[in-house]
């Protein structure tokens, strides 16, 4: 059975950093696209980055770009999301979505972990 689960989320202060981990169960990720979303309390879910099935290529939204660092480790069947200089903005819960042979575009119709909560406040 396909399973995803994300952790690393909790309380962080501005500026800070978390590193948050998709960890696949009863599959292999390296031919799925993997996607990070947020969802805020009273906004629209939103795409925060993807690494593609294909080549590899990663996306970032505009707003985390030069900030989050999506990346994969076969080995471990985990896929990571290096959070660095958070802001309160980036304050939601995370999920991991994972769709194979997949393109950025299309990841959301994938398979979708339970989240984990990154609270950034001082």
């Known amino acids: 059975q396909l399973q995803l689960v994300e952790s690393g989320g909790g309380l962080v202060q501005p500026g800070g950093s978390l590193r948050l981990s998709c960890a696949a169960s009863?599959?292999?990720?390296?031919?799925?696209?993997i996607g990070w979303f947020r969802q805020a309390p009273g906004k629209e879910r939103e795409g925060v980055s993807c690494?593609?099935?294909?080549?590899?290529?990663?996306y970032y939204a505009d707003s985390v770009k030069g900030r989050f660092t999506i990346s994969r480790d076969n080995a471990k069947n985990t896929v990571y999301l290096q959070m660095n200089s958070l802001k309160p903005e980036d304050t939601g819960v995370y999920y991991c979505?994972?769709?194979?042979?997949?393109?950025?575009?299309?990841?959301?119709?994938?398979?979708w972990g339970q989240g984990t909560q990154v609270t950034v406040s001082s």
């Open positions: 979505v994972a769709n194979r042979y997949s393109g950025c575009a299309t990841v959301h119709f994938g398979s």
């Open positions: 009863g599959f292999t990720l390296d031919s799925y696209a």
């Open positions: 690494v593609s099935s294909s080549d590899g290529s990663t």
